[in-house]
């Protein structure tokens, strides 16, 4: 779905794409010399890996293998490194969406009490750095928080990226809050859902984003954006 998805905004917008659907069976080093040709195409460039991937590829050597200057989702340790200074180039496509929707909304980050639910290195870390760099006061939250209902409910920004289906109620909300759903889960009757109960917590918060719909659609606007981007600073 992810990659569709991706495929069809790539046609919309006149990116031309290029997939490589390999074989489970394929090695680290095959993936890493198509990856090498990548980079030394002149034709291409963005590239990303889809992630997860299978057990017997190493995800750190891949993404190292990407040229940081055609990193469009933004994984290479060189450019979180940019992003942990404050000086990034490209911005992690779902962190950088989520961004948008809350600047577009009016919604000001200063100073609020912003709280990260989830602390993965495609969610949860590039977040809280970005809500820090807007001077947002940054907790993250993950598996072993004490206390996690009563961390969540101090939040005036609260993004929750957890991969659990409804998980967040009311009960976890101030009223008020900006709540952000990066979930994309099953309901019991699989049904697309998101980590926040969607009809509980529109009672109580000021502004929510639904799934799908919501950050979904974003995570694609910033990677068509940082190609672009991408392919302007090559032609440059
Ligand atoms: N798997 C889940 N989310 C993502 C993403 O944003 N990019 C890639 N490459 N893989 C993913």
Redesign the pocket.
Known sequence: M?VNNKKKACEEVGIRSFEYALPEETTETELIELIGRLNGDPEVDGI?????LPKHINEEKILNSIDPSKDA?C?HPFNVGRLMIGNPVFQ???PYGVMELIKESGIEISGKECVVVGRSN??GKPQAMLLLAQNGTVTICHSKTKNLKEVCKRADILVVAIGKAKFVDASYVKEGAVVIDVGMDRDENGKLCGDVDFESVKEIAGAITPVPGGVGPM?IAM?MRNTVMAAKVAKE
Do not use: A, G, K, R
Request: with cysteine; hydrophobic share 40%.
């Open positions: 992810y990303l890996c889809q992630l997860p989702d994984f992690p496509c779902t495609i969610v995570t990677l």
